[in-house]
């Protein structure tokens, strides 16, 4: 690990939180806008889940070629790279005239913003202590919560004012104005080059895929994976055909879901580091029964009840996401971190895309519009969540190495 001074910390931690809040909204925004490109592009359940899988399969073949070199770079380097892919690819999407322009674009926005994303993770575990991980970990996931509050009711507004084709615009240049901030907040994160050692890319990645402990921790990402992405693409959809809300009302949901998780991601990432991220994530998995049943069962209720429905389903969708990448991140070597974050996100994205493909076969359109067997889905992701609580009972914290110190960064955050 490295050492950053306290405003230094606050800074990166700050730029990553940035950085997860774009390529996270880049994924979001799809979901909401199912209506619309459904529309737009006559779109059946099945064709829209492969638009949605898209991203996931392109970002887990390239989390998994990204492996093998992603430990021999500064990570600032590499995020930085990363991230001006992201922002071409993004602006690609909102120049798609087609589906199968989209669908081209899905898949390079993925392979970009998918292995931008291990590396925040990797990061957050290079500069914040095994101690406080849970609270710097929630913290940069705390750009999901704004990808809802703000992003996703952003995103909506310019479709409804413009077309879907906006808000693919205004993303591209947020992340391009987020990489530029980049170049003079980040620190440079390369101590773990001093251990690199001389093994080739292949026996690195060969020694994170051969140990038990690494194996359980992707395991755990598997089931977290397949139990939410086997629900959320027809979310939205399931808000508008089957509880009977506008598509305006979208905006509410992804709202008073981000301002929610906002407040709780944070309080149960310092909860996990007091009292232990297990007992933290069994609290929401116990917490997540009731709110899967009843979003998979919505009906023509009050506005008011389907938004306390899908707030408690964000809830604890991200409730149980902050303690198990705090234990993730602490279950590998900082030496390893780098590959073993990039395959953990070619693994939440390559099994994403299959829950997301599943979900879609699973689920039908019924004459009237609305969704059928949804519930399947609801149960099937009950039961993934059920096995996750085995695994992280298994996941050995192995993250104790010397903090590396180095000589105090400028707090004005000058360019490296």
């Not at 709202?255 to 944070?266: D, E, F, I, R, V």
């Amino acid at each position: 690990m490295i050492t950053l001074s306290p405003g230094r910390l606050r800074g990166t931690l700050l730029l990553l939180a940035c950085v997860q809040f774009t390529h996270v909204m880049d994924f979001m925004i799809m979901m909401p806008l199912g209506p619309q490109l459904m529309r737009a592009f006559d779109l059946g359940p099945e064709l829209f889940a492969r638009l949605v899988a898209s991203y996931g399969f392109s970002a887990g073949v390239c989390g998994f070629l990204a492996s093998f070199v992603l430990d021999r770079f500064d990570r600032k380097r590499a995020l930085l790279l990363l991230f001006a892919g992201f922002a071409v690819a993004t602006a690609a999407c909102g120049l798609a005239t087609s589906y199968t322009m989209l669908l081209g674009a899905r898949v390079l926005a993925g392979a970009f913003g998918g292995v931008a994303g291990s590396v925040v993770t990797a990061m957050v575990g290079d500069v914040v202590p095994p101690e406080r991980r849970g609270a710097g970990m929630a913290f940069v996931m705390s750009g999901f919560s704004l990808a809802q509050i703000f992003g996703v009711p952003a995103g909506l507004w310019l479709a409804a004012r413009a077309d879907w084709h906006m808000p693919f615009f205004a993303l591209s240049g947020v992340a391009v104005v987020v990489n530029l901030a980049g170049l003079a907040v980040l620190p440079r994160v390369d101590a773990h080059l001093v251990h690199r050692g001389t093994q080739s890319a292949w026996q690195r990645v060969r020694e994170i895929l051969t140990q038990a402990n690494h194996l359980r921790a992707f395991g755990l990402v598997v089931m977290l994976t397949m139990s939410g992405m086997i629900m959320v693409p027809f979310l939205a959809t399931a808000v508008v055909r089957n509880g009977g809300a506008s598509e305006h009302a979208l905006t509410l949901v992804y709202a008073c879901g981000g301002l929610a998780t906002l407040a709780t991601n944070n309080i149960l990432g310092r909860l996990g580091d007091r009292f232990g991220h297990v007992r933290v994530f069994d609290g929401m998995a116990l917490f997540a029964i009731v709110p899967v049943v009843l979003v998979t069962h919505l009906d023509a209720w009050p506005l008011w009840v389907v938004l306390v429905i899908t707030t408690a389903f964000i809830v604890s969708m991200g409730g149980r996401w902050t303690p198990s990448m705090a234990l993730v991140t602490m279950s590998v070597e900082a030496r390893l971190r780098g590959g073993f974050m990039s395959l953990n996100s070619a693994i939440q994205a390559a099994f994403g895309a299959v829950a997301s493909s599943l979900s879609g076969w699973i689920v039908i359109e019924a004459a009237d519009g609305r969704l059928e067997r949804y519930a399947w889905a609801g149960w099937l992701s009950l039961g993934f969540l059920a096995v996750g609580a085995w695994l992280i009972r298994r996941i050995r914290v192995v993250d104790a190495h010397p903090v590396m110190r180095r000589a105090p960064e400028p707090e004005s955050g000058a360019m490296d």
